[in-house]
Every structure is written in structure tokens, then in C-alpha cells.
């Protein structure tokens, strides 16, 4: 039997898809090590947008939440998403910033660096590959999959090829909008697996189509070593396919095992369908299959960005002229794959063409810079007409961005000054300048981590715990370790009072 690997992205992804990124560390720690003993390949728990919402959004230091998890993790990696040259911001960083960010994300306990490029351009990849290898990172060299007249599986190999060249320890196909199609999900990976057979494959899908189910059967039967899903409370729609559905499917082929049992996942499951109702606030909204996407290639959270856009400026039923003219805007700028931070910036700028009613009437900075070539080569020309439209006399680069860029951490060291305690606050300030000032001024004046986040760090039960307990005495213990009966975690600010 071929074993198929299995990495959860309940804590990164299905939040960040689902739940605006608003997960609390105090909502993780509780079901760590029940997923640590389950048999996950990977649980993907940091990177992408976790690093920005925990300093924006609550007052969480990102480098404190790797490290809890890291220790409560014991045998399972951790994996991270990793946007190449940006890290895990929206801009390009200098060399010396890449270095630093993936050796101290090594240090902090992260394992498994998925490393993409928004725009496919492997020379954004070359700096974060050779940091990642000095440090001692796993690197997975990752493919944005998307369709065009240029994307296509020659295409697609041809990167492979220059990944594996430039390290890369296993590879990735990553499908953020849900429109990998079951046959060619097929296609790919074979071409994958013949062209480089020692090398993992992985799939990363969501659902917003529901192609996904069908694209990761396909892919595991061409050879995909490894999938990604979401624990069933934060699966579906814009999110992963659901843990429990694929290991059930999976186990009945007699040619593959995943190594997880469904008693176990079951147990998981309840636990985060408590947590998910604390973020009720947070919910995206975008439920079910949303089968435009296969024409738009827009991303759920891509589309929830754009109707907060038209809703400010009480447009939101041009929403379909949007998504037409999104399209329209993605062919005049060569075609880019729709992921951060390229998503935004077609997605905005398809927004003012439709409100001004003129295209490129007035164009953003990010579009300029774009076709500029400041985030990489497009996967086709930009046409001479569009590029005198955005840039008027400016002439595009021809080499690598980062190339331009001067070092960045010693004068962000100074800048920062005494409010970085270690080189980690310092990065913190780097990758976003504003938010970070503001949450360690904030820890200056006496804030740390929430009472909540310390009371779960010191007193939290495992689920299995909980389980006992609850078994001995249901009602009680559950109302005493700070859950409902329902499962629904509550802030438990009496054990903390005894703390402190």
C-alpha cells in the first residue's frame, strides 16, 4: 500500500480562508497534542496572512505562537506558506531580510517552507530557496496553478525543472483559486512524478468550485504524494476539502493508506466546531460551491476584498461588472496568477476601472509598480498600448527585483530602537512597520499576551484530557475546564486569576 500523506491546515488556512485570519493561539494549544498523535504528514500552522492579523488584529506576537506550537507539536513538522522574496508580507524585501526571516523561522521551530511566487518567477524564489537550505529548512518549491493561453503543462514542468534545479527538497502544486480540474490535476502531477520521480509532490486545492475532492483523487492515482485538507468545521467552500472525507475515501482503496483514523479526527472536529463559533463575527459568508470561479479565477477571499471595496463606496451591485472587468485586467497585465499580493492588486485596480468608467483612468501605485516589472516577470508581455496606458515614458525592468534593493535590517535595527527586545522584533518591524510599532509600544506599557493566551499556555487540558474528565463527570468538568458541553471553548479568566 502507498502511503498518502495528509497535512492539516485547520490552524492556517481554513482560519485564514474562512474566519479572516482571526484564530487565536489560546483556540490551538488545547488540540496540539491530539494532533500531534493522530499522523498528520505536516500541520501547516504559520506564515501566510497569521503573521500580520496576530500583530493587527490581536495583539499576538507570531514568534511567541510558532514556539508554542512547535513545543506541543513533538513529532509532527510544522509547515508554512512563504511568499518568496515578500516573506510574509505584500512587498519585496532586501536579501539580507530573506536571510534573517527563514533562519529564524528555523530557530522558532518551523520545519516544512512551502515557497511560492505570486507572479511564477523562479528569481524571486533564488534568494528564500539558498536562506532556507543555509538555515536548514525543508524547501518545497511551489507552482501557482492557473490557466491562460501561457500556463500551460509544458510551462508548468519547465518551472518545476528550474525548482529542482535550485534546490528544492520537494514540490507543490498550489491551486488557490479551486480550479485545478480532476484531469488535469492528473496530467500535471504524472509530468510531475516522470520528470522528477525522487522528488514529493504535494497538492494544496480549495474548494470554492468543487473541483477538489475529484482533483485530489486523480492527483493521488497519477502519484501525489502528500494532500492538503482542513478539519471538517473549517473545510468547504473557499477553504481545503475536509480531513475526515478524503481519509474515509482514501482508506477504502486497497492501494492507499493515509495513516489517520476517523475516531481520532472525530474528536478534533467537535473540538474546532466550538471554536469556530466564538468568530462568528468573522465569517466570510462565501459558503457552498461557487462554480463562477472556474471563468474569473477569483479567489474567496480575493472576492470578499472586492465587495468591501464596492460596499465603501455603495457600489456593490457592480460586483459582476468587476469580476468581467477583473479578467479583462489580468490579460492586459500578462496574466498573473491570482494569489497575494497579485490578487490585490488586479482586483483593485479592475475596481476603479469600473467606477471611474474608463480603464486606467486613474492607476494604483501597486498596478504601476506591477507592470513595471517590481514584482517579476508576467507570464506574458504586457502589450506595448496597456504599458503606455500604466506607465506612460517609465521602461519595465528586465532583472530580478530584488536586485534594486539596499539593505534593510540595520537601519530598521536603529529605527526600531529599544522597542526590540531580539532580532525577531526587529523582523516584525520590517515585514509591517505600522502594526508592529503599535504592538510593541503596546508591550512597552505593560501589555504581554492575553489573559486567555496565558491561561490556555498554563492550565489548558488536551482534548483527550478534556475527554476524561468530561467521561468521570460530563456536565461539570466541562462547564470547570472552560467548554460547554457543546464543545464551545469559553475565556477562562477564573484559572487565570488563580494564576497570577
Not at 463575527?281 to 465587495?307: T, W, Y
Amino acid at each position: 500500500m502507498r502511503k498518502i500523506g495528509i497535512t492539516e491546515t485547520a490552524i492556517r488556512d481554513g482560519h485564514q480562508s474562512l474566519l479572516a485570519t482571526r484564530m487565536r493561539t489560546e483556540d490551538m494549544i488545547p488540540a496540539l497534542e491530539e494532533m500531534d498523535a493522530a499522523g498528520y504528514h505536516s500541520i501547516e500552522c504559520w506564515g501566510g496572512a497569521t503573521f500580520d492579523s496576530a500583530l493587527r488584529f490581536l495583539k499576538e506576537d507570531p514568534w511567541e505562537r510558532l514556539r508554542e506550537i512547535k513545543s506541543r507539536l513533538k513529532k509532527t513538522p510544522t509547515q508554512m506558506l512563504l511568499r518568496g522574496q515578500n516573506a510574509v508580507g505584500y512587498r519585496h524585501y532586501a536579501d539580507d531580510v530573506i536571510y534573517a526571516f527563514c533562519d529564524r523561522a528555523v530557530q522558532n521551530g518551523m520545519d516544512i517552507f512551502r515557497v511560492f511566487d505570486a507572479m511564477n518567477d523562479t528569481r524571486n524564489l533564488e534568494a528564500p530557496f539558498a536562506a532556507l537550505r543555509k538555515a536548514g529548512g525543508h524547501v518545497q518549491g511551489t507552482i501557482c496553478y492557473t490557466t491562460s493561453p501561457v500556463h500551460t503543462l509544458d510551462a508548468f514542468a519547465k518551472m518545476a525543472d528550474r525548482m529542482v534545479e535550485m534546490g528544492a527538497h520537494s514540490l507543490c502544486v498550489k491551486d488557490m483559486s479551486g480550479i485545478l480540474s480532476p484531469a488535469m490535476a492528473g496530467q500535471l502531477v504524472a509530468r510531475l512524478k516522470k520528470d522528477h520521480p525522487e522528488m514529493m509532490v504535494q497538492m494544496h486545492c480549495h474548494d470554492t468550485s468543487g473541483y477538489s475532492e475529484m482533483a485530489y483523487l486523480e492527483g493521488v492515482k497519477a502519484g501525489a504524494d502528500v494532500i492538503d485538507t482542513a478539519l471538517s468545521p473549517l473545510a468547504g467552500g473557499t477553504s481545503q476539502p475536509a480531513t475526515e472525507t478524503l481519509v474515509a475515501a482514501l482508506n477504502e482503496y486497497d492501494e492507499f493508506e493515509t495513516g489517520l483514523h476517523l475516531e481520532q479526527l472525530e474528536g478534533l472536529a467537535t473540538y474546532f466546531k466550538g471554536v469556530r463559533r466564538k468568530y462568528w463575527k468573522f465569517e466570510s459568508g462565501l459558503l457552498g460551491v461557487d462554480a463562477g470561479v472556474l471563468r474569473h479565477q477569483v479567489p474567496g477571499g480575493m472576492i470578499s476584498n472586492l465587495v468591501g471595496q464596492l460596499r465603501d463606496q455603495g457600489a456593490e451591485a457592480k460586483l459582476p461588472a468587476v469580476l468581467e472587468e477583473n479578467m479583462r485586467v489580468r490579460a492586459d497585465l500578462g496574466f498573473p496568477p491570482l494569489v497575494t499580493p497579485s490578487s490585490q492588486i488586479v482586483g483593485t485596480q479592475a475596481v476603479l476601472n469600473v467606477l471611474l468608467g474608463g480603464r486606467y483612468k486613474n492607476v494604483t501605485r501597486e498596478t504601476k509598480n506591477l507592470a513595471k516589472g517590481l514584482y517579476g516577470k508576467t507570464g506574458q508581455p504586457i502589450a506595448p498600448d496597456i504599458l503606455a496606458a500604466i506607465l506612460g515614458d517609465e521602461t519595465p525592468i528586465e532583472h530580478r527585483p530584488a536586485d534594486d534593493l539596499k539593505p534593510e535590517m540595520d537601519a530598521a535595527t536603529a529605527e526600531i530602537g529599544d522597542l526590540a527586545k531580539d532580532i525577531d522584533d526587529v523582523l516584525s518591524y520590517v515585514m509591517f512597520p505600522q502594526p508592529a510599532k503599535e504592538y510593541l509600544l503596546w508591550r512597552a506599557e505593560g501589555g504581554g499576551p492575553e489573559r486567555e493566551l496565558v491561561a490556555a499556555v498554563v492550565g489548558a487540558m488536551t482534548i483527550g484530557e478534556r475527554k476524561q474528565q468530561t467521561e468521570r463527570e460530563p456536565a461539570s468538568a466541562a462547564a470547570a475546564n472552560g467548554v460547554e458541553p457543546t464543545g464551545t471553548p469559553w475565556k477562562n479568566f477564573g484559572r487565570m486569576r488563580q494564576m497570577r
